[in-house]
Structure formats: C-alpha cells, structure tokens
T-cell receptor, first 114, second 113 residues
Framework: DSGVTQTPKHLITATGQRVTLRCSPR?????VYWYQQSLDQGLQFLIQ???????AKGNILERFSAQQFPDLHSELNLSSLELGDSALYFC?????????????FGQGTRLTVV | GDSVTQMEGPVTLSEEAFLTINCTYTATGYPSLFWYVQYPGEGLQLLLKATKADDKGSNKGFEATYRKETTSFHLEKGSVQVSDSAVYFCALSDRGRDDKIIFGKGTRLHILP
C-alpha cells in the first residue's frame, strides 16, 4: 500500500459527460501529480500541484482541469468526455519535488467512456 | 523537450536468464533517473534511482548505472524470477526547470518458469 488513495477505482460514463477523480496523497506529502495511462500513449504527465499551487503542466487538454485543496487532496475534472479519454488515470504524491524523493502512486482510476 | 526512450516489449525470458532493458534519455538539464515497476492491477512503484552521473541504483537484484556520456540508464538483473513479470518504466526528472517525472512507454516483461 503506497498510502495514496484514489477514488473511484472504476468509472463508466457517456460521451459529453463530466467526471471528477479524487486523490488523497500520503500524509505530509505536498506534491501531487496526475498522469494518464493509455495503451498507445504510455504514461503521460498531465499536471503537478505543490502545496495548493500549480507547479508544472504537461499535455493536459483544455477540457481537463485540476486543483489541490488546503487539506492537500486533489481533484482532476474531465469534461465533454470523448471516447479517446478512456484510460487509467494515476495520481502520485511526494514530500517535495521528485528531485531527491520518490513519487508514490495510487492504484489509479480506470475511466471508460462509452 | 525532455524525453525517455526505452526498448519496446514484450520481452519474454526463461527463469534465471539475464535481463537487460535499454533506456536512453534526452534532457537539457541534469536529470535524476528512475526505474519504476508496475505489477498487474497496481500502481507504479519506484524500483531504483540515480541522481547524478556514474551513480548506480540497485534494488531487489536490479541495477542501473547513470551514464551521462551515452545518456543511458539501462536496467539489468543477473537472474530473473517469475515474480519479476511486470511492466518496467524508465523515467527522468529534470532539476533544471521543474521536477515533473517524464516516463518512457514501458516494457512488458514475461518470465517463463
């Protein structure tokens, strides 16, 4: 158990809908990362938050947004969903950046858009 | 931009065989390098890391050496076990700008008993 909790584990929704994925980092970890894993694209970095503020942005679509709350949990919002958004979404946390400390990954949320 | 390239799988080996998974990287700064492993149905776990040139990371019999001159971080294990079957990801974090982790596409490893 990595200590990172992601909910829900599975999500099935229709095209055009909006969903929210939740991540609770390990106790004390200030950084939260979001990744999208698909078969053809591998593990794509979406966005990183550090202590409530956006720190780094990757290939995140405009239809996607995220935030980190004062209690350090994070949510990833996906809207106007398309079939191609079906993927495994991972959250990871680390005490500071990934520089000298490892990132701990949750078990992921599997999103299926039908 | 920064990127990681690793050998495509799947790689299938017999138990006790020698394993090498190649990984090369491109980065403008001085990255830290990582190998993560993903077992079926689970999230990624850090396997080993190296933070500067010539460092060797090791864990559970796996090793990788940070080679700046060849921009490589190949993963090796002398004798694989069935329990090593998993997907292995090479990754980097570039200290120069931010510290997001960039992953390769992963290499699926099958070990036959």
């Amino acid at each position: 158990d990595s200590g990172v909790t992601q909910t829900p584990k599975h999500l099935i929704t229709a095209t055009g809908q909006r969903v929210t994925l939740r991540c609770s980092p390990r106790s004390g970890d200030l950084s939260v990362y979001w990744y999208q894993q698909s078969l053809d694209q591998g593990l794509q970095f979406l966005i990183q938050y550090y202590n409530g503020e956006e720190r780094a942005k990757g290939n995140i679509l405009e239809r996607f947004s995220a935030q980190q709350f004062p209690d350090l949990h994070s949510e990833l919002n996906l809207s106007s969903l398309e079939l191609g958004d079906s993927a495994l979404y991972f959250c990871a946390s680390s005490p500071e950046g990934a520089l000298n400390t490892e990132a701990f990954f949750g078990q992921g949320t599997r999103l299926t858009v039908v | 931009g920064d990127s990681v390239t690793q050998m495509e799988g799947p790689v299938t080996l017999s138990e006790e065989a020698f394993l090498t998974i190649n990984c090369t990287y491109t980065a403008t700064g001085y990255p830290s390098l990582f190998w993560y492993v993903q077992y079926p149905g689970e999230g990624l776990q850090l396997l080993l890391k190296a933070t500067k040139a010539d460092d060797k990371g090791s864990n559970k019999g796996f090793e990788a050496t940070y080679r700046k001159e060849t921009t490589s971080f190949h993963l090796e294990k002398g004798s694989v076990q069935v329990s090593d079957s998993a997907v292995y990801f090479c990754a980097l974090s570039d200290r120069g700008r931010d510290d997001k982790i960039i992953f390769g596409k992963g290499t699926r490893l099958h070990i036959l008993p």
